[in-house]
């Protein structure tokens, strides 16, 4: 999680595609969520969130072959605050794995 999230940004996530659709509606915490061909809407308040992916290679270290989404994060209409608020409840649903 970070302290600041800007109106637009990018992030490499480690996820299939598949698991990325799955845990989407759950991390829209109850938004509006309108998902089409890698790209999806969540609206917030009077905002939205537009995120829009690409499949990526897969990262191999040694024997293990990890899933990567390419995606964009873009926020039209959201504060400062209500970004990081939204945020924060997003990356704890969306975060794999221990750390």
């Known amino acids: 999680m970070q302290a600041h999230y800007d109106a637009e940004f990018h992030r490499e996530q480690g996820i299939t595609e598949a698991d990325w659709l799955q845990l989407l509606p759950r991390a829209a915490q109850g938004h509006g969520l309108t998902v089409g061909d890698g790209r999806a809407e969540i609206a917030i ?18 024997l293990i072959r990890l899933p990567r989404l390419a995606v964009h994060y873009r926020f039209d209409g959201v504060d400062s605050a209500d970004r990081q ?3 924060k409840r997003f990356d704890l649903t969306i975060q794999r794995g221990g750390g």
Do not use: K
């Open 45 to 62: 308040g009077s905002g939205r969130l537009q995120l829009a992916w690409t499949v990526m290679p897969p990262r191999q270290i040694a």
């Open 85 to 87: 608020a939204f945020m």
